[in-house]
């Protein structure tokens, strides 16, 4: 859990999402699903005549199996349960976004109405109607 954490430490992640990485990296069997049938191939080429290691070969790979049925949905059902709590957007985030949203869209409808509005003037135009994208109407 600490190398997960090392690793997302610069990417800007809140300490809810880090841990949320670190549950989502915890170990669910893949080593164990590509490890489990080479000890029992390689222990059938070592030694094909002797059974021993072939009987062992087999029960690391029964165990490994065993392990993947049983920690592949617990990792699951924990990435499940513990996404609603740790990466859920507070309000205020939300509200946030929404306003800086907001205030870039307000800010390209002034620079347009802007630059129409001085393109009139510059016409000489001394009474200017302006309809912007923003859909407001100002006189001059």
Do not use: Y
């Amino acid at each position: 859990m600490v190398a997960s954490g090392v690793a997302v430490s610069g990417a800007g992640f809140t300490w809810k999402e880090r841990l949320f990485v670190a549950i989502a990296w915890l170990p669910k069997a893949t080593v164990q699903a590509a490890i489990g049938s080479t000890a029992l191939d390689t222990a059938r080429e070592l030694t094909p005549q002797d059974t021993t290691n072939e009987k062992l070969g087999i029960q690391l790979l029964t165990i490994a199996v065993l392990v993947i049925l049983i920690t592949a949905p617990l990792g699951s059902a924990l990435i499940s349960l513990t996404a609603r709590h740790l990466l859920r957007k507070s309000m205020r985030e939300d509200l946030d976004r929404d306003s800086a949203i907001e205030m870039n869209n307000i800010g390209e409808c002034a620079q347009e109405d802007d630059i129409e509005l001085q393109a009139h003037l510059a016409e000489g135009q001394e009474q200017v109607s302006v309809q912007g994208k923003c859909d407001h109407n100002e006189s001059v």
